[in-house]
């Protein structure tokens, strides 16, 4: 059974910092990325990590950093400068091949997790 399990959400005063993880099981995986879903609105793409290339958003760009541990089949999100505007569910999504167009669409990933609920005081 393939699974993605999130975990390091939690309540953080803006400016502050969140590690965020995601625990692969089951099976390898290809392109690997977060998403986020703000209350009332649509998920939106975070960040991606593509072989050794790494994707973000604009709106994340210079305060957010993903990495992965492919031995420990698992990716992280390092964030820091956390904005009120970062609150959100984050999920973590898994593709099960490596390609490098699409990463920012929800849809061309295969596998999701149940998410890590973020939370940025101001």
């Known amino acids: 059974q393939v699974q993605l399990v999130e975990s390091g959400g939690g309540l953080v005063q803006a400016g502050g910092s969140l590690r965020l993880s995601c625990a692969g099981s089951?099976?390898?995986?290809?392109?690997m990325g977060w998403f986020r879903q703000a209350p009332g609105k649509e998920r939106e793409f975070v960040a991606a990590?593509?072989?050794?290339?790494?994707y973000y958003a604009d709106s994340v760009k210079g305060r957010f950093t993903i990495s992965r541990d492919n031995s420990k089949n698992t990716l992280y999100l390092q964030m820091s400068s956390l904005k009120p505007e970062d609150t959100g569910v984050y999920c973590c999504?898994?593709?099960?091949?490596?390609?490098?167009?699409?990463?920012?669409?929800?849809?061309?990933?295969?596998?999701w997790g149940q998410g890590t609920q973020v939370t940025v005081s101001s």
């Open positions: 999504a898994a593709k099960r091949a490596y390609a490098s167009s699409d990463y920012g669409t929800a849809l061309a990933y295969d596998y």
């Open positions: 990590h593509i072989w050794s290339a790494t």
């Open positions: 089951g099976r390898t995986f290809g392109n």
